[in-house]
């Protein structure tokens, strides 16, 4: 059983639909808290926002690093919500740790097997994403690298996969959920943003979600995303993550 503690009220996963949304970056304490007030205001239970951002391009940016890690704090006082952000390196664990509710292992290091290995020690949540090109199999696999440290509350997260196909940034595999908890007992979400890279493929995908029996869902949600310095395609208004709020009727209004 996989507990967080939110606004006052803890979000028991499994049992609660667990609604992840926010920017792909932080990129300053006002976007973050603008977009953490509007996620929350519609029904979101997790603030996510990334500080150390894995990048295709060395010269992209790359996250505001630890800075990211303080507005994160900030801002997750400031509006109670429970928070999710990344991380690449062991060396930023302890610094993540003291902010984030739930830690996020990212597709780029779903087999970095020492970094599953040295997180598994720890007692927090732990959002495990597919791997770019990952097999079933082998995410069950860097899953059970975590749990054999002993740390089995981990979220599983579809992600997408890279296919042959050019219409999308990836091929969202939704037959994994059922998949996955037919196969294990963990929790699992999807992430229909990185899933598609496409904005207008975000809230048809959510809705396939709901309905193959995803237990939440990760959104990413900008103010301005045309000015996003990452994934602006793929991020949603606010308007349209309101519209997206309603149409799967999660009314979360007490988180
Ligand atoms: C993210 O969610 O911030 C991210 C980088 O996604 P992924 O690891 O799935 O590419
Ligand atoms: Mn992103």
Redesign the pocket.
């Known amino acids: 059983k996989i507990e967080i503690n939110t606004c006052d009220k803890k979000l028991v996963v499994k049992e609660d639909k667990i609604i992840m949304a926010g920017p792909?970056?932080i990129e300053s304490y006002e976007q973050l808290l603008e977009t953490a007030k509007f996620v929350k205001s519609q029904g979101a239970n997790v603030l996510?926002g990334?500080a150390f951002?894995?990048r295709t391009s060395p010269n992209s940016f790359k996250g505001l690093k630890e800075e990211g890690l303080e507005i994160l704090k900030a801002v997750k006082e400031e509006t109670g919500l429970a928070v999710i952000t990344?991380l690449m390196d062991i060396r930023d664990l302890e610094k993540l740790y003291e902010v984030s509710d739930i830690i996020?292992i990212?597709?780029?290091?779903m087999q970095n097997f020492t970094l599953l290995t040295e997180i598994g020690k720890q007692d927090k949540p732990i959002m495990l994403?597919?791997g770019?090109a990952a097999t079933i199999s082998e995410w069950i696999g860097a899953a059970e690298y975590i749990a054999v440290e002993g740390n089995n509350k981990i979220i599983m997260?579809e992600?997408?996969i890279r296919t042959y196909n050019d219409y999308t940034r990836n091929t969202l595999d939704l037959a994994a959920v059922p998949i996955i908890q037919k196969e294990t007992n963990l929790p699992v979400i999807v992430?229909p943003?990185?899933g598609t890279g496409v904005r207008y493929l975000v809230k048809p995908m959510s809705l396939a979600a709901m309905a193959c029996g995803a237990d939440g869902l990760?959104i990413?949600v900008h103010p301005n995303p045309s000015e996003a310095l990452s994934?602006g395609m793929q991020s949603l208004h606010f308007d349209e993550f309101e519209d997206l709020m309603k149409s799967i009727n999660i009314t979360n209004k007490d988180y």
Do not use: L, V, W, Y
Request: with cysteine.
């Open positions: 792909c970056a996510r990334g951002k894995p990344e996020q990212g597709s780029r290091n994403k597919r770019i997260c992600r997408g992430d943003s990185h990760m990413e994934d």
